[in-house]
């Protein structure tokens, strides 16, 4: 029988939803089922996700008038109530995979950097009721943090699964001469650049660059313009994420609310020591019965980013080691291992 998943995103490319859709995918395949895939390039996408979920319902239904119902349909992301409805009249298996982060701190940091927040879908209980009704109508849903696992436990999910997202090999790279602190992904309030921005104007650098990559960087130049400082890079969008973190000596996710932060395992991947906000799923990864690697701080907290960022300044010796630590720590998250809690779990059903 065939097995479906179900996505808004593009399957593979290099935004982090790629890549996690891109090796859920592989995951399924590995299977030896029939793999149907749904994403971007079969459906054209819209700004409103209600009526996403209905262009996709329609097109799933047609699925099962001509092959039948799937016997498990994997989501990730996004909004698919009417369409997990109808799956699930249908006797399907329907699991899901959400990074969730807190919808009311994310609001409420948009509101904090003089910025309107433009997903009334989420802002607006009634309808963020409607767009997270497909997660408690799943058998299972799959998060990749402590982070998104209260949370979604909160929404009343049954069974939630704790699977963290992999991270790929990286090669060995050297590091750059000039001290340079490093932040990529999408750009956003919640992402907590503000705290990472303001962090930058507080210790002495010494020439010291910070570094920041990633597409929508339209959202943070409002934030840059009040609270940029000296020896900013923008990047914008890299081909390969290997041309970002061999440019970084550390790397630092200051996120007030995100579900994970797959550059933080990348980063550790690469040897990079990584400082990492309470806020971001991916904090995870600093924390295990070894003690702890890398330096963890309070979301909103400039200060506690800026004397992270100054202890590796003053310490390069701390780079190396915690670098090694890092690269070593990364090796939980490989491809291999999740793809066993992956393929285990799913046979489960």
Known sequence: MTILYVTGDQIGDPTGGGQVTGFECDCLASMGEELAR????????????????????????????????????????????MTIEFLKSKGASITYTVDAHDSDRSVEEWGRCGMEYPFVHISDRNLRAIYTKGY??????IVPSVHSERIMKALGCARVVLIPHA??????????????????????????????????????????????????IDTVMPIWRRNGGRNIELMGIVERQEIFYKRISIYVQPSVTEGFG????????????????????????????????????????????????????????????????????SRMYSQDLIREKYVGFWRTL
Request: hydrophobic share 40%; charged share 25%.
């Open 38 to 81: 749904f994403d971007s390039t079969i459906i054209p996408s819209c700004d409103d996700p209600f009526e996403m979920d209905e262009r996709y319902c329609l097109a799933i239904q047609q699925f099962v008038r001509d092959r039948g119902v799937p016997r498990l349909c994997h989501f990730y992301a996004g909004c698919f109530t």
């Open 262 to 329: 797959i550059p933080v395992i990348e980063a550790m991947a690469c040897g990079r020591p990584v400082i990492v906000s309470e806020g971001a799923g991916a904090v995870d990864a600093l924390i295990s019965n070894q003690g702890e690697i890398g330096i963890r701080v309070p979301i909103r907290d400039p200060k506690a980013i800026a004397e992270a960022i100054q202890f590796y300044m003053d310490n390069p010796e701390n780079i190396l080691e915690h670098g090694r630590e890092a690269k070593y720590r």
């Open 136 to 141: 408690t109508l799943a058998d299972a849903v």
């Open 167 to 216: 991270v790929r090999t990286f090669p060995d790279l050297d590091y750059p001469e000039r001290f340079t602190v490093g932040h990529i992904g999408v750009g956003g309030p919640d992402k907590g650049l503000k705290y990472l921005l303001e962090a930058w104007n507080i210790p002495n650098s010494n020439g010291a660059r910070l570094v920041m990559a990633g597409n929508n």
